[in-house]
């Protein structure tokens, strides 16, 4: 278990809808990644909070946003869902970006299904 | 940009022979590389990782190598046993972490 959660677990959902998923970072943590990863793919990063504030985009398309928020949990919001988003999405956290600790640690992940 | 390469992409070898994974890195400004497994269903995690001022780390049976003037690094997993058949990631970090496309390691009995 590495200390980071997210839910929900699974979530299935139509074309066109907007889903909202949550994480919470291990204590401590005060940065959080959202990566995507589809089928037999890799991880795509996404996007990366530091302390409340964005700190790194990666490959996130406009109608995904995500936010973090005072007690540094955060929230992944994808909107106009198409059926290619559907995907594991990994958020995973750290003491410091730049600092000593560089380990990221991943939660279990929230599987999407668009139908 | 940043880029990583990492190969094979699937490899497969029998119990208890060795297994070695290769990256290459583009920023000669890149300082720390980290080695994550996924299992299947679950989250990556970190299984060892390296700094630049490093150049072998060990850790039971996986090891790491770096070359820095080659810009490539290594993973080394020595007895394999079928728990480490996985997906592996290499990474390595300037200012982010540019992330590989991931090795699926085969464990044959």
């Known amino acids: 278990d590495s200390g980071v959660t997210q839910t929900p677990k699974h979530l299935i959902t139509a074309t066109g809808q907007r889903v909202t998923l949550r994480c919470s970072p291990r204590?401590?943590?005060?940065?959080v990644y959202w990566y995507q990863q589809s089928l037999d793919q890799g991880l795509q990063f996404l996007i990366q909070?530091?302390?409340?504030?964005?700190?790194a985009k990666g490959n996130i398309l406009e109608r995904f946003s995500a936010q973090q928020f005072p007690d540094l949990h955060s929230e992944l919001n994808l909107s106009s869902l198409e059926l290619g988003d559907s995907a594991l999405y990994f958020c995973?956290?750290?003491?410091?970006?730049?600092?000593?600790?560089?380990?990221?640690?991943f939660g279990p992940g929230t599987r999407l299904l668009v139908l | 940009g940043e880029n990583v390469e990492q190969h094979p992409s699937t490899l497969s070898v029998q119990e208890g022979d060795s297994a070695v994974i290769k990256c290459t890195y583009s920023?000669?400004?890149?300082?720390?590389f980290p080695w994550y497994k996924q299992e299947l269903g679950k989250g990556p995690q970190l299984i060892i990782d390296?700094?630049?001022n490093v150049g072998e780390k060990k850790d039971q049976r996986i090891a790491v190598t770096l070359n820095k003037t080659a810009k490539h690094f290594s993973l080394h997993i020595t007895e394999t046993q079928p728990e480490d058949s996985a997906v592996y990631f290499c990474?390595?970090?300037?200012?982010?972490?540019?992330w590989g496309a991931g090795t699926k390691l085969i464990i044959k009995p």
């Open positions: 995973a956290s750290s003491v410091d970006p730049g600092g000593r600790s560089e380990t990221q640690y």
């Open positions: 204590s401590g943590d005060l940065s």
């Open positions: 909070y530091y302390n409340g504030e964005e700190r």
């Open positions: 920023d000669s400004a890149s300082n720390y």
């Open positions: 390296i700094r630049s």
């Open positions: 990474a390595a970090r300037n200012y982010q972490l540019i």
